[in-house]
């Protein structure tokens, strides 16, 4: 990596990063796949209940871990590694990516990674900001960490006024092939992590017959 001689910034531009990745469509193969994504987590409530449904589906799947919520419960982040799914980096705290200095969005992106590794033994490749904003120091620094920014092209939108358990069935059966979809484990802020569970099971059990497959982001990328 090319390094400035004045402050050690790296050389990167916004033109030469990487583009975000939306839907599957960029891994260019594994026809009839889609990848869920559960942010915000781990959680001591959610995290398991959603482990449990996606191992008695064999579903495979990825969670954009808060480096904070990693580090309180760590043997959930190894439960999640351990059961086949990938482990994703969210930020250290969640922060709003525009409030605060570059110095800091930097640190919330590696420090995560750092934890992930200590905690499971595995660096993750896979970086989601909050709110799926894009601030350059963020992206920069998850490239430089060599994690490839993953955003979503379909969100259930488990959260807020909308978060209601027959909004989120209504959305998950519009899921199709290509689709990263954007779910929540963790309990933060508006999320119903609870709401999502209760259609989770039944729109697992009714992927075979719609010809859909799951897969984590480590399983796709290395299929
Ligand atoms: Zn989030």
Redesign the pocket.
Known sequence: MNLSPNNNKPLISDATLPRPIHSTAAFGKAANAICLTF??GPDPVYTPAILDVLGAYRAKATF?VLGQAAEEYPDLVQRIVAEGHTIGN?TYS?PNPWFMSEDIARQEVTKTSDIIERIAGVRPRWFRP??GRLRFAMRQQATLDNMTTVLWNRSVIDWGLLGNASGIRNRMERIEAGDIVLM?DGQREHNRPDNLLRYLPGFLASLPGRSLHTWSLDGIYNH
Do not use: A
């Open positions: 942010d915000d954009f969210h969640h909050p709110y929540h």
